[in-house]
């Protein structure tokens, strides 16, 4: 591993094995990783962008030592997860998030002892650092009140705590702002943002591409388990280049006319979604040729057409990449 | 920060402080801790009475036991169910101390509140006799008490690592727990059993504890044929054999779910 590298993947693969039916029990598998290959630079936020059922959840719980990889190599701060497990775990933390995973019937605080001790934390430091990570996350006035009577966002902030606790190097947050109020998932994204500025190296899984966009450097995709782009944000940007993305929207389009669209020259991709009662299609165009006056020449006899041309966004190319790999 | 060797010794106390602490927050468990032995004794008392001199000490034994060892043996592995319902299990697994030292810690408290319903269960048959217990030998049958508490601890720790390795571990639980009852004669003597069991039964080191806890306080008992002295030696290897084995079991099966991942199913 090279200097500066948090994290290294070779060609992880992971596959699970579940069972359906009662009497004859079918395994079926899946393949939720297929040969991740990837580096993360020390010190700054990754961002692993996926829909749902992607892999994020596997591929951090791999990485984190929670799961084994069925082959492949997985290095985080030079330890072989699936060998080093635990000369690797007091150097990392890990929010999976979510409701659960906290001792719902005792304090903020008292988890955070339980957890302090688990680590091994210096005693002299124990109190003192638990009130630092409290106030870190906003919680120091809830500390000495039940886990349970937390809300979401609170419980969020609980779960960052104790990911933070014994000061690890590697932080892995498995889509930290799900299911979070805008507000509360404001806050959030503002406390990785200082985590990092203190030399923290954070791995972020979402499915938010503004979040990654927001938060990120470097922007890996990860689609079916696959990688299907790695860059950073200034790059995935220069990779829509000079495209052109349009909309045009009206009550029903024919399948004839979409074909016709679909062939123009220029229009690499099109998507078709409905909007209540109308029809919307989104053109990608790598020419700056086509013009709306000639898309209006081919659908005629629809008055009610509006179309109207708009800055890609990131978000379109994240779609874009997903979609390719589904098909 | 991060420092260099986690002591097992703070992660056992850190887990029993734990078990302590989720205790007093819940008030649920005053009924199986506190309220169930009394009623075992006193239903015990009743049941017993007359059928013989030591008809007390009989229902000491039998509601004590009756309340000890479900404490003790399930207390721990249940706990653990709890975590994998918690979502606790991962982020207690992914802690640099291996997970066998937060069961022992778990194994200590149900042992310590073991012992403490069997004190109700004594306090309230005496109480019901009306006149203290003659017991021919107090400190053996005292020892005696503890040491089987220990034998259900060992076997207790096992049991939990089967929590680690399946969410179904509950639903086997519940219908192997009265076999178990029965077959380590903590409802009545195992001899009074059907002979294939023996194997079964003496595989668990809380039958020959019970069984010689039995020789020490009841005059004239007649138990298994080895005798006082053959019921402790019996229990003390097969406790080793459960202690020594513990620690291989949480390391496989804490390997056995890296691969299978499934710790985070409830
Ligand atoms: N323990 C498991 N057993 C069986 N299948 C699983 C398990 N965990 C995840 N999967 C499957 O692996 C795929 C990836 O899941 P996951 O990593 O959770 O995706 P994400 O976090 O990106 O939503 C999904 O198809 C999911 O159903
Ligand atoms: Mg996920």
Not at chain 1, 140 to 156: C, P
Not at chain 2, 84 to 101: C, V
Request: glycine share 10%; proline share 5%.
């Amino acid at each position: 591993m090279s200097n500066g590298i948090a994290i290294e993947t070779r060609g992880v693969h992971r596959s699970f094995s579940s069972r359906k039916g009662f009497l004859f029990n079918e395994v079926v598998a899946t393949e939720a990783l297929r040969g991740v290959d990837l580096q993360v630079p020390a010190g700054e936020i990754f961002g692993l962008l996926g829909p749902n059922g992607a892999g994020k959840t596997t591929l951090t719980k791999i990485l984190a030592t929670l799961l084994l990889p069925t082959s492949g190599q997985a290095l985080v701060l030079g330890h072989n997860v699936a060998t080093e497990a635990l000369a690797l775990r007091p150097k990392i933390g890990l929010v999976l998030g979510g409701e659960r995973g906290l001792y719902n019937r005792i304090s903020a605080r008292e988890n955070l002892r339980y957890f302090a001790d688990l680590y091994g934390l210096p005693l002299a430091r124990r109190t003192g650092r638990i009130d630092e990570v409290l106030a870190r996350v906003g919680l120091s006035d809830a500390a000495d009140r039940r886990v349970e009577e937390f809300s979401r966002g609170m419980k969020q902030k609980l779960h960052i705590a104790r990911g933070i606790l014994h000061e690890p190097r590697v932080l892995f947050l498995d889509e930290p702002t799900i299911g979070l109020d805008p507000k509360s998932a404001r806050e959030t994204r503002k406390l990785i943002r200082g985590l990092v500025a203190e030399g923290v190296t954070i791995f972020l899984t979402t499915h938010y591409m503004f979040e990654a966009e927001e938060l990120c450097r470097q922007i890996a995709v990860l689609s079916k388990g696959r990688i299907v782009a790695r860059d950073t944000v200034a790059g995935l940007r220069r990779l829509v280049g000079g495209d052109r993305t349009m909309e045009l929207e009206a009550y029903g389009f024919e399948d004839a006319e979409i074909g016709r669209i679909k062939g123009m020259p220029g229009v690499s991709r099109l998507v078709a979604e409905e909007f209540g009662p109308r029809l919307r299609l989104t053109l990608r165009l790598r020419t700056n040729e086509l013009l709306p006056d000639e898309l209006l020449r081919q659908l005629p006899g629809h008055p009610e057409l509006t179309i109207r041309e708009r800055r890609t966004s990131l978000e379109d190319i994240y779609l874009d990449l997903v979609e390719e790999e589904a098909n | 920060m991060a420092p260099s060797e986690v002591s097992r010794g703070r992660t056992l106390l850190a887990s029993v402080r734990l078990a302590v602490l989720q205790f007093l927050a819940d008030p649920q468990w005053l009924v199986p801790s506190m309220i169930a032995p009394v009623v075992f004794g006193l239903v015990a008392y009743e049941l017993f009475r007359g059928s013989g001199a030591n008809f007390a000490l009989y229902a000491v034994l039998g509601a004590g036991m009756m309340s000890m060892w479900g404490q003790t043996l399930y207390g721990s592995g249940w706990a653990t169910g709890q975590d994998r319902e918690l979502g606790t299990l991962e982020p207690t697994l992914s802690a640099p101390t291996p997970y066998l030292w937060v069961v022992m810690g778990r194994v200590v408290w149900n042992t310590v509140s073991g012992l403490i319903g069997g004190a109700i269960v004594y306090v309230v048959v005496v109480a019901s006799y009306g006149r203290p217990l003659s017991v021919p030998n107090p400190v053996g049958f005292v020892l005696m008490f503890v040491f089987v508490i220990v034998t259900l601890a060992a076997v207790g720790i096992v049991f939990a690592a089967w929590y680690v390795y399946t969410r179904y571990a509950g639903f086997v639980q519940n219908v192997g727990e009265f076999a178990f009852y029965v077959g380590t004669g903590c409802m009545f003597p195992v001899i009074l059993l059907p002979f294939w069991t023996n194997p079964v039964s003496l595989a668990f080191p809380p039958t020959l504890a019970v069984d010689a806890l039995r020789y020490v306080s009841i005059p004239g008992y007649q138990g298994l044929s080895w005798g006082f002295w053959g019921d402790v030696a019996g229990a003390l290897a097969t406790t080793a054999v459960y202690l020594a084995v513990a620690g291989t079991v949480f390391h496989r099966v804490e390997k056995h779910v890296l691969e299978t991942g499934n710790l985070s199913e409830w």
